[in-house]
């Protein structure tokens, strides 16, 4: 009896032991993001937060004091952490500072502010927005862009809605960077930046990332799926991005990004996968669940749906068109859902 009311000590002392450590890891990261925010005082803040708990575990006892006033502090630090709020007036990246909005009138769906961007390289570009009008009717087709950028286990996924002879639109759910702001996990578990419904041309959603983002891999796949599936995803898109526009958002890492928020939007009409949170397979998964096209296996379908060099040499107008007769992986006939 008396060994194993030892070892259930020690279990509990351990398992407090690492709830403590990771209330303590993550304040460090709040404080050197979102009260330091990366500036020359963040890390010896970080520093001085670590050595005081440190400290008050190794001199305080019993155990269960530092372990209270731990609790205690992360109880108020959440409760002004919670305070910050997202904003639209912020100095902004110029190719995120214009949000796009929706008016539907009937059949018809104008869409304001889609992004064009011409890029001489991912730093030098020069944004232009214009206003494009679309009729529901005319919605034929639906892909998936995927890119990856050094890592199999990530993804950021982008929809393309195909109208017919009255072009493309592409959407994208991404971080809205402020100047001089980069993608990190890290940041982006913290209250450091907002989401934007990204709504532009496909040539600019395609070119940013295969020609001008370093290690960028791009596969464009047609999806399987009825027009009025397709009408009913775009319709969600529309009214996610207009929310937006009334409401900012929070980005995260893990619960409110590119992918997780495209399931939010799809809530009752797809079922949970895992590779929803974790999407750097997203595509096998467009794959497993008939969403792509079944003549062939996924990675022979995958090798042939990298469209980089075909995207980076095909000519400003019919770049659609060019894109999609010189890829081999995408096949035009394919518009029901695969078996």
Not at 37 to 61: I, N
């Amino acid at each position: 009896m008396h060994v194993l009311e030892s070892l259930s000590y020690g279990l509990m002392t351990c398992m407090a032991g690492l709830i403590a450590a990771a209330m303590a890891l993550w304040i460090a990261g709040a404080l050197y993001f979102d009260v330091g925010r990366g500036r020359w005082f963040a890390w010896p803040l970080v520093c001085l937060w670590v050595g005081l708990v440190a400290c008050g575990f190794a001199v305080w006892t019993p155990l269960w004091k530092p372990w209270l006033a731990l609790v205690l502090f992360l109880a108020v630090f959440l409760r002004w952490w919670f305070s910050q709020q997202p904003r639209h007036d912020r100095n902004w990246n110029p190719n995120f500072a214009v949000l796009p909005r929706f008016e539907m009138n009937g059949d018809v769906v104008t869409a304001y502010n889609v992004r064009h961007t011409e890029y001489q390289s991912a730093e030098d570009f020069t944004p232009h927005y214009e206003t494009r009008q679309y009729r529901l009717a005319n919605l034929v087709g639906l892909d998936a862009v995927v890119i990856y950028w050094g890592s199999p286990w990530l993804c950021h996924p982008l929809l393309i809605f195909d109208f017919g002879t009255a072009g493309r639109l592409c959407i994208s759910i991404e971080v809205r960077y402020r100047v001089g702001q980069r993608y990190g996990f890290l940041r982006s578990l913290y209250r450091q930046q907002e989401i934007i419904y990204v709504v532009s041309d496909e040539r600019d959603a395609i070119l940013k990332r295969s020609k001008h983002s370093k290690n960028h891999d791009v596969y464009l796949y047609r999806l399987a799926a009825e027009p009025q599936e397709i009408a009913k995803v775009f319709l969600e898109y529309i009214v996610s991005a207009n929310q937006l526009v009334e409401q900012p958002y929070w980005y995260h890492g893990l619960t409110t990004n590119c992918t997780t928020s495209i399931y939010r939007q799809r809530a009752g009409e797809i079922e949970w996968d895992w590779r929803w949170l974790f999407n750097g397979q997203l595509d096998k998964m467009l794959y497993d669940h008939g969403r792509l096209d079944h003549r062939m296996p996924f990675a022979e379908l995958k090798q042939l749906s990298r469209v980089n060099q075909i995207a980076n040499r095909a000519p400003r107008e019919g770049f659609g068109e060019t894109v999609r007769r010189e890829l081999p992986g995408y096949l035009l006939k394919l518009k029901t859902r695969c078996p």
